[in-house]
């Protein structure tokens, strides 16, 4: 089979490049992906329009008014409904050149150079290519294979006694470690965290904090604290579409819990943590990240209303795990992009090497995953879970995701499959090239994921 085209972006590299230059220079010259570990606070609705007013002028003009107005009154009026007009495209423009500007992040040049290029790989026996996903490759597909609601120690998993045989990887939770597979994929990231002491001591502590804060302020039935992912209250937001949804939507929260989640967002810690994953993603996989911003700009253009959890983040939806013992169930997270790489980020105080670790279970390994650290990794595809922490200690997780749903619907045209097969019944050869298409995206998903060539290059 031929290989896919690569993705066309209309993005000007060169003035994204010029941007983060000019933005880098601000940040302390030490701090490891320092481009995106500041935000501006959560976005917010688009601003209003003036069509009411403007129906409401010229609906006074026309009945309201004598027949004898006079022609000075009605100039009047509508070069008033113009100036409007002209004020409503221009908050148009300003809107869309915010979307924009907002996505305009590209990987930090230094960070590539000093990272990137000298991080020491891991190699796997594991070909992603093989991973189970639906015929549009915009969702994941369960296979039963390792899912359990079960809680597993390091004991049961790695070591002679253990009947799985998993292997152990022992990280730092610093040091920046790309995994490959078989095939030179880069498929999963062990991305670390900013070089700034105040990360793992007042940042920490405060994103900690406001854990415990959000846990018991929050309003979760206690059936909801136990679910297919594991036993802990779990606080999500931001934008989604799939599981009967007609169109895609906010995440529905009550009022009380909304504004606990608007003030995590608003957060000091919670802001650089999202802009950390979003400057990781850029950079260790800029054409997948490129994609996702394309199709971000897409949507948000169409639909001002939807509410991203941080304006900067090419991600469409967060979720607070509050713990206090966030331990995962083998699970697989379908409803997110298969090719995609959600961004999940420690929390918490344990000891990371007796508990607390990602396993992978398609990929046999278990990973060491300090407090404060990222990991990048294709939550839709790969079964994964955590490691039992000690009953002292305490564990959360803050988690960032896009459902395949969203870029599925701008695919489709802003509309459902059923409206857009309906649309094409009459239309063979646009039918067909639309399954065609469809059937190549699996691999064409694959190709933005970097190869080792590129890597080293």
């Known amino acids: 089979m031929s290989q896919p085209a690569r993705l066309t972006v209309d993005i000007d590299i060169s003035q994204l490049i010029q941007r983060g230059v000019e933005i880098e220079a601000t940040y302390p010259e030490d701090d ?39 022609h000075k009154l009605l100039k009047k009026r509508a070069k008033k409904a113009a100036k409007r007009e002209k004020a409503r495209e221009a908050r148009k423009r300003r809107r869309l050149e915010e979307i924009a500007d907002n996505f305009a992040i590209n990987g930090n040049i230094n960070a590539k150079n000093k990272y990137v290029e000298r991080a020491e790989p891991l190699f796997l026996p594991f070909n992603f290519a093989d991973s189970a996903v639906t015929e549009s490759a915009y969702k994941g597909k369960r296979t039963g294979e390792f899912v359990s609601q079960k809680h ?3 004991s049961e998993l790695v070591g002679p006694q253990s009947e799985y045989h998993m292997k152990l990887i022992t990280w730092d939770g610093f040091t920046p470690t790309p995994v490959y597979d078989c095939k030179g994929r880069r498929i999963l990231v062990l991305a670390g965290h900013p070089d700034d002491p105040s990360w793992k001591t007042s940042n920490l502590q405060e994103a900690n904090r406001l854990m415990e804060y959000a846990r018991h302020r929050s309003r979760v039935s206690t059936k909801s604290q136990k679910h297919r992912r594991g036993e802990f209250t ?27 989640l608007d003030e995590l967002n608003r957060s000091r810690p919670f802001e650089r943590m999202a802009g950390f994953a979003t400057s990781a993603f850029a950079t260790w996989a800029p054409d997948l990240y490129a994609y996702y911003v394309k199709y971000a700009q897409k949507l948000y253009s169409k639909y001002p209303k939807l509410k991203r ?58 990973i060491e995953f300090p407090p404060g650290s990222l990991i990048l990794f294709p939550s839709a595809t790969i079964v994964h879970s955590n490691t039992s ?54 691999q064409f998903g ?8 590129e890597s080293v290059n």
């Open 152 to 154: 597993y120690t390091l």
């Open 32 to 70: 490891f992906y320092e481009l995106h570990n500041r935000s501006p606070s959560s976005s917010t609705p688009g601003s209003p329009t003036f069509e009411n007013l403007e129906q409401a002028d010229l609906s006074n003009a026309s009945e309201s008014e004598p027949e004898a107005v006079s």
């Open 389 to 442: 922490i000690q009953q002292h200690e305490r564990r959360y997780s803050f988690t960032h995701y896009t459902a395949g749903g969203l870029f599925g619907w701008v695919d489709q045209g802003f509309q459902t499959l059923v409206a857009l097969e309906q649309s094409l019944a009459k239309k063979p050869k646009e039918m067909k090239a639309w399954k065609e298409e469809r059937a190549k995206r699996w």
């Open 234 to 260: 779990a606080l999500r937001c931001g934008v989604s579409h799939g599981g009967g949804q007609v169109r895609p939507s906010n995440l529905h929260n009550n009022k009380s819990n909304q504004k606990l």
């Open 446 to 453: 694959l190709s933005l994921l970097p190869v080792l060539e």
């Open 309 to 366: 959890p941080f304006s900067m983040s090419a991600y469409s939806a967060v979720t607070y795990n509050t713990g206090p013992w966030v331990e995962c169930f083998p699970h697989v997270d379908i409803a997110n992009l298969p090719f995609g790489w959600c961004a999940v980020t420690a929390l918490g105080d344990y000891d990371p090497t007796q508990g607390g670790h990602l396993v992978l279970w398609n990929l046999g390994l278990v």
